[in-house]
């Protein structure tokens, strides 16, 4: 049986979310084989993943390895995908889940557009526990989007939630994959190099969910780092003369001014307002509305407010 979906999870030192993670898969009810699983574990000093993926192996079809060799989560990914069987692909971290649903809107949404080289929608936020504190809504309407308007928008904020999308396999691979020189922004840029290679559709109906937790990679990283790997992005994918270049640079510093505020830095948060008030009433407008700021910002500050990060 050729599967019609992979899903590729890379895993490092897992928790018990992975659990969870195959869990939300199982329960699509999907006769095993119709999905593949691909988990790739780089945790040093053993398998950690297998007994938690052999848990689940009588419902799923889950091909496992152990592979120190390769810590990254790029790698790993862009080695699974080469080796994924089905058309289509989507990843899942092991810290995200999928909601109740999804193949079934999966399966339609690629009968009805299947020249469509990425297929996404929005996602619901969790907490650690896995309780749903917020939605992520990209600032699309539904069905094909037309490119110049995805690029536009996207380079003002990635707004799409790393479990969401779906993609053809073929297409990721003839754009060259993640850059695994990126930690922070390679989804970002995957997505802008696939609208280059055919259709991109936003599906409006939820089917995933984004985990926030302290352990995350944003919250342990330097904001100089962050910043240079937004503005790689930028520099590699942003025209100088775009209506929205002013909109994507405002967009850099807001947000490295955002991380600096989490972390304590003082004044961070006026230096945020001030580049948000530069633009003017239309462009910060513009930039709230493309940007989802306050989707993004308002379940990570209740969360930090009951001590959750």
């Known amino acids: 049986m050729i599967p019609w979906l992979s899903v590729v999870l890379p895993v490092h030192q897992p928790t018990q979310w992975l659990d969870a993670a195959l869990s939300s898969i199982a329960a699509q009810d999907e006769p095993k084989g119709e999905i593949e699983i691909i988990i790739r574990d780089s945790t040093p000093g053993g398998p950690m993943g297998a007994t938690i993926a052999a848990r689940h192996a009588g419902a799923l079809a889950i091909d496992y390895a152990h592979t120190p060799e390769t810590p990254s989560w790029t790698a790993k990914t862009n080695t699974m995908v080469a080796a994924a069987t089905a ?22 949404l690629i009968a009805d557009h299947p020249e469509a080289v990425l297929l996404f929608g929005p996602a619901r936020l969790i907490d650690p526990t896995g309780r749903d504190i ?36 073929e297409a990721y691979l003839a754009a060259g994959g993640l850059d695994e020189s990126l930690w922070y922004t390679p989804d970002w840029e995957l997505w802008l190099k696939l609208c280059d290679h055919g259709p991109v559709v936003f599906d409006p109906r939820p089917t995933s969910a984004f985990r926030i937790h302290p352990a995350a990679q944003t919250m342990a990283r330097s904001r100089e780092e962050l910043a240079e790997q937004l503005e790689r992005v930028l520099a590699r994918h942003l025209p100088p003369a775009s209506r929205t270049a002013r909109l994507s640079r405002a967009s850099v510093a807001i947000n490295i001014a955002l991380a600096e505020a989490a972390a304590g830095k003082r004044g961070a948060t006026w230096r945020a307002l001030a580049n948000l008030c530069w633009l003017g009433p239309v462009g910060a407008w513009r930039y709230l509305h493309y940007s989802r700021l306050v989707e993004r910002l308002w379940p990570r500050l209740r969360l930090r407010l009951a001590g959750g990060l």
């Open 134 to 169: 917020g939605g992520w809504h990209p600032p699309f309407a539904a069905g094909v989007i037309p490119p110049a308007q995805f690029r536009e928008r996207l380079l003002v904020q990635n707004t799409l939630a790393m479990p969401a999308p779906v993609f053809r396999r």
């Open 87 to 108: 058309s289509h692909v989507c990843t899942l971290h092991q810290d995200d889940l999928w909601l109740a649903g999804r193949t079934r809107s999966l399966r339609s």
